[in-house]
């Protein structure tokens, strides 16, 4: 994780009050997978969602759904850098909550953040790799089950 990163949450001005959850390249690149792409994903808590919702209320996307609860929700907001920010509130009606368990927790210049495990990262990938034949989650769900099996073999 690099201090690009915390450049680029700086431009939401905006403190978190939980730590927010990478997901996508980042929490790939966490587990030394793969390098991250060009944009951020990260997953927050109920809490912060509400703030951020209300603060960045345009960006809203709800895959369809009347709220965040009937389907899906996402903050997809480019910043002043042109960094495009998915900030999740639920995929696939997976929550923060969900994915805590096992999370590793890592500090950056005074930021927490937390990276799912591998298992829960195999989780977020399969719903679009599966369901949607989403060829880019369908090569890390290749990535993470190498790297899972290479893990418990290690000796």
Known sequence: MSK??????????YTFVNAPMLVGGLALEQHNIREVGADIDI?????DWNNLKEKYSSC?????????????ATLNITLSNGVKLDIIF????????DFLKDSKLSIIDDMYFLTP???????????????????????????ILKKLVKDKYKK
Request: proline share 3%.
């Open 4 to 13: 690009t990163l915390i450049d680029n949450l700086k431009l939401l001005d």
């Open 43 to 47: 997953m927050v808590s109920k809490y």
């Open 60 to 72: 809203l996307n709800l895959f369809g759904g009347k709220d965040e609860y009937d389907v899906d």
């Open 90 to 97: 639920s995929l696939w009606q997976y929550d923060y909550i």
């Open 117 to 143: 495990s591998l298992v829960n990262l195999l989780i977020v990938k399969c719903f679009p790799g599966i369901l949607e034949k989403h060829e880019p989650s369908q090569n890390d769900i290749e990535l």
